[in-house]
């Protein structure tokens, strides 16, 4: 008892923190000129969203119709999140970032409930405090892109895995018949098909956002069939399993099957990105490069303009631009003819985007994100990268050798604590591997640092 009545004061103020930073920097960021008219990546995305709510898919002044070529030109989860805002919100561009808030303060809540099932009180409200002082989330949400969206989901998705693996791991559970009823056991079974089905939604929406998850998702898939056997045996392994791919495969199929249909791929811009980013003026951090600018002819690089690369790509090579498996099919190979050519290369390029991407240095993008965390009244107080990676580096290493410090405690551990934390570095991996063959920025690596920042609060 007086342990619980230390932790909800400690976590009522950290809440109210979060909640009060990012009130702050919400009204400093009112007065950026993006607020109102946003650019780059976040002006297709608010196009989209408010094309699906209001029916008008008339096209910016000076703009290209990149639907003329793709169903979706774009990955469509964000952009849908946005049509479902304006449609019940109306449209504006404060409520919609206002959402975006609250879903950031859920995330660190879901996050608390998460590493406190895990680890316990103190980690959660270390992992929770940790969550409230790193700079990048109340920027993040800020902006109309799908990160404060993707975290909040892939803390969800986290949560639903682990409470089917505490139903799973219950005592007794491989005795179960014996010592339950037979409605017992179907009603523990039923509410574990329940969370593999909503895990499987959650994992398709996020994929919508993040097609990087992709990995993560089929090793998700394998390791709900593992554990679930050892539990269950192998009949109920492969229900599960059905459960939660048939969920995910019922939401991505719909989305995926238009752009399969005309293009011969589902992930739009694969092969435009694999080639720009492979070729001999690629850049390390940057689709730019004087080869995308001889190709572009001077038109700016954005999800609007696709179609003008698109069409100047095909005459500079001599293609067709309305076969579109064609085109994939050039891009791909140029990319993989340049890096089979020049293997030396490509490894020292991915060496360096690797040491890139767990280096303090925030890599620009869309915006300087240096400058605006060191202009920022709110923001230049607030940690930056090089808490996530010493608290992620030290809280794994403690881990590891609590791990096999006490043996005895291994079994126990390997019920839900041990398959958890391998989700979790999965997770990490996972993101960090994905933009290797590509460029890396600061926007890249915030899908890994909620989970850096866990390890830290163990820490």
């Known amino acids: 008892m007086q342990s619980k009545t230390r932790i909800t004061p400690a976590f009522v103020i950290i809440l109210l923190v979060c909640v009060l930073l990012r009130v702050g920097y919400f009204l400093d960021a009112m007065d950026r000129p993006d607020h109102d008219h946003p650019q780059h990546d976040a002006e297709f995305k608010e196009y989209w969203g408010r094309a699906i709510a209001t029916g008008d ?12 070529l793709w169903p979706y030109p774009s990955y469509p989860g ?7 805002h304006y449609i019940i919100f109306g449209i504006g561009p404060t409520a919609i970032r206002v959402t975006q808030f609250v879903l950031g303060v859920c995330t660190v809540g879901l996050f608390f409930i998460f590493t406190r099932l895990l680890w316990g009180p ?20 800020t902006t109309l892109d799908q990160a404060a969206l993707s975290n909040f989901l892939a803390a969800l998705l986290m949560f639903l ?19 339950k009823s037979a409605g017992a056991v179907s009603r523990k079974f039923f509410f574990s098909w329940l ?66 249909k ?22 390390l951090t940057s689709d730019t490069s004087p080869y995308l600018q001889t190709i572009l002819d001077g038109v700016e690089w954005s999800s609007f303009d696709m179609p003008v690369f698109w ?44 040491v890139l991407t767990w280096t303090p240095t925030e890599i620009d993008e869309n915006y300087v994100l240096a400058y605006e965390k060191e202009h920022s009244p709110i923001l230049r107080y607030m940690a930056g990268f090089p808490l996530a990676l010493a608290g992620f580096v030290f809280g794994l290493g403690a881990w590891l050798c609590h791990l096999f410090k006490d043996r005895r405690q291994l079994r126990e551990k390997a019920r839900v604590e041990i398959p958890m934390v391998f989700l979790v570095l999965a997770y990490i991996g996972v993101f960090f591997v994905a933009f290797l063959p590509f460029h890396v920025n600061g926007r890249y690596r915030i899908p890994m640092i909620p989970f850096m920042l866990l390890f830290g609060g163990y820490g």
């Open 262 to 283: 005309m293009t011969g791929s589902y992930l739009v811009g694969t092969e435009q990105k694999l080639h720009i980013c492979n070729n001999p003026e690629s850049s």
């Open 161 to 179: 895995l682990m409470q089917f693996l505490l139903r799973l791991s219950w005592p007794g559970t491989a005795s179960l018949k014996i010592h």
């Open 311 to 354: 069409e100047n790509y095909a005459r500079y090579h001599d293609l067709d631009p309305a076969n579109h498996v064609q085109m994939n099919d050039h891009m791909r190979n140029a990319a993989l003819t340049f890096i089979r050519e020049n293997p030396g290369l490509t490894a020292r390029r991915i060496l360096s985007k690797a």
């Open 122 to 141: 103190i980690a959660a409200l270390a992992t929770m405090a940790l969550l409230t002082s790193y700079w990048i989330f109340p920027f993040s949400e």
């Open 57 to 68: 898919w008339t096209i910016p002044e000076g703009r290209h119709d990149p639907f003329e």
């Open 78 to 84: 964000y952009p849908w999140f946005i049509a479902a």
């Open 195 to 260: 969370l593999a089905l909503a895990a499987g939604i959650v994992a398709a929406y996020t994929f919508s956002n993040r097609p990087e998850i992709l990995p993560f998702i089929l090793l998700v898939s394998c390791w709900l069939f593992i554990i679930t056997s050892k539990k269950q045996g192998f009949i109920r392994a492969t229900a599960t399993t059905a459960v939660f791919m048939g969920a995910t495969l019922a939401v991505f199929l719909p989305l995926a099957i238009p752009n399969i």
